[in-house]
């Protein structure tokens, strides 16, 4: 153990010699760059960005460029970055961690490396906790880059997309973490390219970033809606709708449990609907009810796939053991279809359409970096997830700052009692007093009991921004006591007031150790900044939360021992302040374990996320004729449906269920019967089904009236019946998820099972995807385009010349509609039924 902390110690004044080396070849262009005037200096901009295009990396251009940050810095905001400053800007370019205690000028630091990556010109996220300081670090170094040529833009939730799309377009974008993750997940379900708002993800840099990359990692993002009451009615409906269907309505495939309508039972569904066209890309969420509805009543059945409990509760049968299975819903709408076969409620469900955690999102960054005053206890957790070292960066100024050792109550009375007496004190002779705590609660009380005791002070929540920093930054004036949760007023330098040094400076006493020893230190540093005195002395008591949890048995039993009154018992020693940094490395232990997880799950989405988003984004930027994809689509559900029924030993068997399928979702009814079937093997299947449905693909295309139109149907299609699937398989991934755990206790690893069951589901979702783009093109009954009229010397209408293209068809004019029904046959001669023909 040794032997590491003086190995990790070396590394660390090995890497502190090089940054320091380099920040001095930075300084070495201080003079050069004090002698340029204003135009010339602003000029450097462009200099640096035509360098970088003719091959100069941007390590090459730092040293000059960091200068030039300095030298403007200077002239615009009146700051001059340190020497340590320069340090920590290293870093920050070479996407690690600079670990920068409170008050060394962080957000100063990071206008070096910001500037230098925009020069790029792909794009610089600088990612903050809130949009109050997003605001307020954009207003006030927003200043000094655009006098150096920059453009910056600010990334608001309140933003419209057009907006926003400006923002991001900008060389650096100010944005709080939620907003650009959330974004992301929303330009990944547009179906437009135009309507996407970012660029491809270049650098970030995010301020407090322990707070978003470790404290948040264990919250995913997610854009979900609740499951409207319509839906439950479409439900219904649908369910009404198909028990009206007789046997030969429907095509059931028996061997792999599919069903489909035949042409007699798409009528009747259009009949019930009042749909022209039960195929039209617009009603392609009402045949997923549909489908539903019918594996429900006529595939699912009672008692052997699911049993209904005595509270109306539908429960899956397990098929191997029997059991009923607590918990556990069919996915994609199945169960819902037979919570209305069975006339139970219908459970509302929230879908979720798009879901990432922060740590996938932030590793798709080319570069990450951040910065914090407290990252070196999780400096395993960075490098491991994010590849990212942390890097201590001494502080400008020795720290004056006396840390006492913690103070130990036996109850929470004994211990707020003394909590309040030490503030008064304080505040009675002027020495500004912070009160950091852990839950909203402890505020509360502190403050009712500083009120009792006659001490005005502030609270602080955390739930108004603006009016958060304000208090902050008054916490450090002469007679100041501020209460404030742990968290809060992050970002927020606290100054000191006049004659407070003599007093002691800032003092800040924490309530309660949190989980975390980081957030410990992040309260602790508010006091001391730039070589400021202060003093830092945190209160606990056998009844606080981490004491109760992980309090040591040997403190305890000392207490029993000596069995000292309440009312004035206290220990203070070295020694509990190591116990209870070891019960905290135990919580950080368990919190990273938690947050691992997360992250072992997520990985297996993240990967069938990045299939899907690049697919996506193909089809949405495809200037060119889909029809390849789509063929290549229909081919392989003729293979993959023809290769399934195959191991079918009964052969007519076989070529009855293929007729099915062709019947069902491939061809017209009349185009293929049981005898260009029989006889033939599978590969010859195949390329009989293939050709048929390729020369009904070009007739159904013809009909649209030019290549424009071909190509927006086909991303329609494909986008429509992708985003639906993707959506049900999301939230069947996390249903399998809540199953997969318990399979824990047979010795199994979950995440294993997890990992093996979620890639047969993608690839069975990826057939799901092909089957339903092949059944909706095939069956789709694309309206034919009239064609602008020609000149008025032809004697003929549009209409006329559409109808003479059609074997057999007749002028319009010599046909009485009237008497037709929608479902007959149109008596134009062109062999389609009324309502697909001239009844539109």
Same mark, same amino acid.
């Given at each position: 153990m040794a032997n590491m902390l003086r190995t990790l110690i070396e590394n660390d004044k090995g890497e502190l010699r090089k940054l320091d080396k380099l920040a001095k070849k930075v300084e070495s262009y201080e003079s050069a760059m004090a002698a340029l005037p204003d135009e010339e200096l602003q000029a450097k901009t462009s200099e640096f960005k035509a360098r970088y295009q003719a091959g100069e990396t941007l390590d090459d251009l730092l040293p000059e460029a960091y200068a030039v940050v300095r030298e403007a810095a200077k002239r615009v905001l009146g700051l001059f970055p340190y020497h340590v400053q320069v340090m920590g800007g290293i870093v920050l370019h070479h996407g690690d961690v600079p670990e920068m205690r409170t008050g060394e000028g962080k957000t100063l630091t990071a206008t070096m490396p910001v500037y %230098?990556?925009? $020069?790029?010109?792909?794009?610089?996220?600088?990612?903050?906790?809130?949009?109050? =300081?997003?605001?307020?670090?954009?207003?006030?170094?927003?200043?000094?880059?655009?006098?150096?040529?920059?453009? /910056?833009?600010?990334?608001?939730?309140?933003?419209?997309?057009?907006?926003?799309?400006?923002?991001?377009?900008?060389?650096? #974008?100010?944005?709080?973490?939620?907003?650009? +993750?959330?974004?992301?997940?929303?330009?990944?379900?547009?179906?437009?390219?135009?309507?996407?708002?970012?660029?491809?993800?270049?650098?970030? %840099?995010?301020?407090?970033?322990?707070?978003?990359?470790?404290?948040?990692?264990?919250?995913? $993002?997610?854009?979900?809606?609740?499951?409207?009451?319509?839906?439950?009615? %479409?439900?219904?409906?649908?369910?009404h709708c198909v028990k009206g269907l007789s046997e030969e309505d429907y095509i059931i495939d028996i061997p792999t449990k599919t069903i489909g309508l035949s042409d007699s039972g798409i009528d009747k569904v259009e009949s019930y609907f009042k749909l022209d066209n039960l195929y039209d890309l617009e009603n392609v969420a009402l045949t997923h009810f549909i489908d539903n509805a019918l594996r429900a009543n006529y595939i699912m059945t009672l008692d052997i796939d699911y049993v209904v409990s005595p509270n109306k509760e539908i429960l899956i049968v397990d098929q191997f053991t029997g059991r009923t299975m607590e918990g556990r819903r069919f996915s994609d709408g199945l169960h819902q279809a037979i919570e209305a076969k069975e006339h139970v409620p219908i459970q509302d469900e929230s879908k979720t359409s798009a879901s990432i955690t922060y740590q996938n999102f932030f590793r798709m960054y080319k570069k990450l970096s951040g910065m914090t005053g407290t990252a070196k206890t999780e400096e395993e957790e960075f490098r491991e997830v994010y590849n990212m070292r942390v890097i201590p960066i001494p502080? !400008?100024?020795?720290?004056?700052?006396?840390?006492?050792?913690?103070?130990?109550?036996?109850?929470?009375?004994?211990?707020?009692?003394?909590?309040?007496?030490?503030?008064?004190?304080?505040?009675?002779?002027?020495? &500004?007093?912070?009160? +950091?705590?852990?839950?909203?609660?402890?505020?509360?009380?502190?403050? @009712?009991?500083?009120?009792?005791?006659?001490? &005005?002070?502030? /609270?602080? !929540?955390?739930?108004?921004?603006a009016k958060e920093a304000q208090i902050i930054m008054n916490a450090g004036q002469r007679g100041?006591?501020?209460?404030?949760?742990?968290?809060?007023?992050? +970002?927020?330098?606290?100054?000191?007031?006049?004659? /407070?040094?003599?007093?002691?400076?800032?003092?800040?006493?924490?309530?309660?150790?949190?989980?975390?020893?980081?957030?410990?230190?992040?309260?602790?540093?508010?006091?001391?900044?730039?070589?400021?005195?202060?003093?830092?002395?945190?209160?606990?008591?056998?009844?606080?939360?981490?004491?109760?949890?992980?309090?040591?048995?040997?403190?305890?039993? %000392?207490f029993e021992k000596m069995r000292l009154d309440e009312d004035d018992t206290v220990i203070e020693s070295k020694m509990l302040t190591r116990q209870v940094e070891s019960a905290q490395k135990r919580v950080e232990g368990n919190n990273y374990d938690t947050r691992k997880q997360v992250l072992q799950y997520d990985d297996v989405m993240r990967e069938q996320?990045?299939?899907?988003?690049?697919?996506?984004?193909?089809?949405? #930027?495809?200037?060119?004729?889909?029809? &390849?994809?789509?063929?290549?689509?229909?081919?392989?559900?003729?293979?993959?449906?023809?290769?399934?029924?195959?191991? /079918?030993?009964?052969?007519?068997?076989?070529?009855?269920?293929?007729?099915?399928?062709?019947?069902?979702?491939?061809? &017209?009814?009349?185009?293929?019967?049981?005898?260009?079937?029989?006889?033939?093997?599978?590969?010859?299947?195949?390329?009989?089904?293939?050709?048929?449905?390729?020369?009904?693909?070009?007739?159904?295309?013809? @009909?649209?009236?030019?290549?424009?139109? =071909?190509?927006?149907?086909?991303?329609?299609?494909?986008?429509?019946?992708?985003?639906?699937?993707?959506?049900?398989?999301? !939230?069947?991934?996390?249903?399998?998820?809540?199953?997969?755990?318990?399979?824990?206790?047979?010795?199994?690893?979950?995440?294993?099972?997890y990992q093996s069951e979620g890639f047969k589901m993608f690839q069975d979702m990826i057939g799901s995807i092909e089957f339903d783009i092949t059944r909706t093109m095939m069956k789709a009954q694309i309206h034919e385009q009239r064609r602008e009229e020609v000149p008025s010397s032809s004697h003929t209408s549009a209409t006329a010349n559409i109808a003479a293209q059609t074997p057999g068809a007749v002028e319009e004019e010599t046909i009485d509609f009237s008497d037709v029904d929608r479902n007959d046959k149109c008596p134009c001669g062109s062999g389609k039924k009324y309502k697909n023909c001239h009844m539109r």
């Open positions: %230098l990556n925009a $020069l790029s010109g792909e794009g610089v996220h600088v990612v903050t906790v809130n949009e109050y =300081l997003s605001e307020r670090d954009a207003t006030e170094m927003g200043e000094l880059y655009s006098w150096l040529g920059l453009s /910056v833009g600010i990334n608001l939730a309140a933003k419209s997309s057009a907006e926003k799309r400006e923002a991001y377009n900008c060389d650096i #974008t100010y944005t709080t973490n939620s907003e650009v +993750g959330f974004d992301y997940l929303r330009d990944n379900m547009v179906t437009r390219k135009e309507a996407m708002v970012q660029r491809p993800l270049n650098y970030a %840099l995010v301020d407090e970033v322990d707070s978003v990359l470790i404290d948040e990692a264990r919250t995913p $993002l997610i854009i979900s809606g609740a499951q409207s009451t319509d839906i439950s009615k %479409l439900y219904d409906l649908a369910d502080t !400008n100024r020795p720290i004056q700052r006396i840390d006492n050792s913690d103070l130990l109550y036996p109850t929470l009375r004994a211990k707020f009692r003394a909590v309040v007496e030490d503030v008064k004190r304080r505040y009675e002779k002027g020495q &500004p007093v912070l009160v +950091g705590t852990v839950a909203v609660e402890t505020s509360d009380l502190i403050s @009712k009991l500083l009120v009792e005791a006659g001490v &005005p002070h502030e /609270v602080l !929540n955390a739930k108004n921004h100041a006591v501020t209460i404030a949760t742990n968290m809060a007023g992050r +970002g927020t330098d606290i100054k000191l007031g006049e004659g /407070v040094r003599e007093l002691g400076g800032l003092c800040v006493i924490g309530t309660e150790r949190h989980e975390s020893r980081r957030i410990d230190n992040q309260l602790r540093g508010r006091s001391g900044r730039q070589g400021d005195p202060g003093e830092s002395q945190f209160y606990l008591s056998f009844e606080d939360d981490l004491m109760r949890r992980f309090g040591s048995d040997r403190i305890k039993a %000392l996320r990045e299939i899907i988003y690049a697919e996506r984004y193909d089809v949405i #930027t495809a200037e060119r004729d889909l029809g &390849p994809e789509i063929k290549a689509m229909v081919k392989r559900t003729i293979d993959r449906t023809v290769d399934a029924h195959a191991r /079918v030993n009964n052969r007519q068997e076989v070529f009855e269920a293929i007729l099915n399928f062709a019947q069902m979702s491939l061809l &017209p009814e009349e185009e293929i019967t049981l005898s260009d079937l029989e006889g033939k093997k599978d590969a010859e299947i195949k390329a009989l089904l293939f050709g048929k449905a390729m020369t009904h693909y070009d007739n159904q295309i013809s @009909k649209l009236r030019d290549e424009e139109s =071909l190509k927006e149907f086909q991303k329609v299609l494909i986008l429509m019946v992708v985003d639906n699937h993707w959506t049900e398989h999301m !939230n069947a991934l996390d249903q399998l998820r809540s199953a997969v755990g318990l399979r824990g206790y047979a010795q199994n690893n979950p995440v294993v099972e």
